[in-house]
């Protein structure tokens, strides 16, 4: 029987150091500011910037929503991001995904100061990413490394396979297993047979956004497997990963909700702190 | 019995049309001029600076070599980068590695502008490498999709094996071949079994630099096999594939030499030119 990743107990750990490291940079006269774009009327990125409005307040840091029509142009969104990366109040800028039609988020991602990009995802850090030099990575990506560092799960030399490539879970995760020295497949919906990786895997990271998408027969006995999907299914959130089979199979295994979810929030605090601290030249 | 993939005659057939494009560029008075710093007295590195500045004279491109004593300090190199960026007549910058203790090659790297980057190694230009939107890209990886487009060897859906995990190799193929919709492993020298990923690759690339690496018993049949090693052993030149025995298992295989060594050559040049034309809005 598998062991729970609790995200969640690790993300609130984490949420209480993070709380008093913004207390005294306050006490310096320091406040985090953080400021989100969000353009369009998605209902899911509405529910995804309160979240991290809420979670940003319990901080102490500032949230600055900028709520843009879906109609708004590419070019005076430039302009506004122009603006906030000259704000020295400001220390963390985040385009919420996806963006509107007529915008091409990599034209906005590129515009943002590598030195207040919260999400790691301006082409300047990942290159750093992938140069193995770099001080912001994407969070969920580093989420999972912070999850399996503190359960003590060694991921040098392992066979860790990745099932998506998107640009802010998959790749940037590949860049970090392989950092620390994991061997790295990476798997999408091209791949002609999922369980011949899965099944030689020692670590399994599912975010491909299909449920049931990972089955026991894939998962080799004792393999960690890390779920990062979000699916709503009659009502209710579940994983990529069919939890209640592959838990009798896995060593240690994420919930949705309660794994990967509550840390991303939680890095990407820490993201705007740590930007912050650059700022201001505090080490 | 496998088919040699003949780099040098890609390369030498690329080049010709290569060079009628340059006749044109100057006849419309535009010199492609490409910078090549050297630090230090490397002897392979001398060799690698000459073949390129003969391979672009034969190509009607102009190449100064910089070559600084090996106990310059990093700032006086990252002055010059800045003046090569200043003048509008440079249209190629690259730093020959490997460089002397004293100098990041990440500070080189993150200085040269990313419209002069000929060798696409700077953060940003890895960065759009990885965000599937970019103009420049590493030459022996570009040049390895190059060979197996010109055989028609498709890649979408392909077990690909890359053994080597360095940023002018390993993961920038990484990064094409997931563009192409491979299934990519990334393995290296932490790797528990290499053989286990190599036995089901459809395609192996190997840059590991070491001799003899990969042997016949861990080839699948009909796979392809691309060579990016040199070695030096008795005074010849030997890849990182035991080149006789693979061979009668590999569907395709490259000689070394005469394999990706022509190509990565053929395709710094090609950048060269590209980033030319980049600079004079000629598309």
Chains 1, 2 share one sequence.
């Not at 009327?41 to 309160?50: E, F, G, I, R």
């Not at 509107?100 to 919260?118: A, S």
């Not at 990062?228 to 060593?251: P, Y």
Request: charged fraction near 25%; aromatic fraction near 4%; include cysteine.
């Amino acid at each position: 029987m598998g062991k729970i990743l609790d995200g969640k107990s690790l993300a609130n750990l984490r949420a209480q150091k993070l709380k008093k490291e913004v207390e005294i940079l306050k006490q310096d006269g320091i406040n985090p500011l953080f400021c989100v774009i969000n353009i369009g009327d998605d209902p899911a990125s509405k529910v995804y910037v309160k979240t991290k409005k809420r979670r940003a307040q319990e901080m102490g840091i500032e949230q600055k929503i900028y709520q843009l029509p879906s109609t708004e142009s590419e070019e005076s969104v430039l302009n506004l991001i122009d603006k906030l990366n000259q704000d020295p109040s400001v220390h963390g800028i985040m385009v919420q995904m996806p963006t509107p039609e007529q915008i091409n988020v990599n034209h906005l991602l590129e515009r943002i100061d590598p030195e207040k990009d919260v999400d790691g995802l301006t082409p300047t850090n990942i290159g750093h990413l992938w140069q193995s030099d770099h001080f912001v990575e994407p969070a969920t990506a580093i989420g999972i490394m912070k999850l399996l560092e503190h359960y003590k799960i060694n991921v040098a030399g392992k066979n860790v396979a990745i099932i998506g490539r998107s640009n802010i879970v998959g790749k940037p995760l590949a860049a970090l297993m392989l950092e620390k020295d994991a061997s790295v497949s990476v798997l999408h919906s091209k791949t002609k047979s999922l369980s011949t990786y899965t099944r030689m895997a020692d670590i399994i990271i599912v975010a491909a956004g299909q449920e049931n998408l990972l089955t026991s027969e894939m998962v080799k006995k004792g393999a960690v497997v890390i779920d990062v999907g979000i699916n709503r299914v009659e009502g209710h959130l579940v994983g990529d990963v069919d939890f209640k089979q592959v838990l009798s199979k896995a060593r240690w295994i994420t919930p949705v909700p309660g794994g990967v979810g509550p840390l991303t929030v939680e890095l990407l605090m820490e993201q705007v702190v740590k930007l912050t601290r650059r700022a201001h030249g505090i080490k």
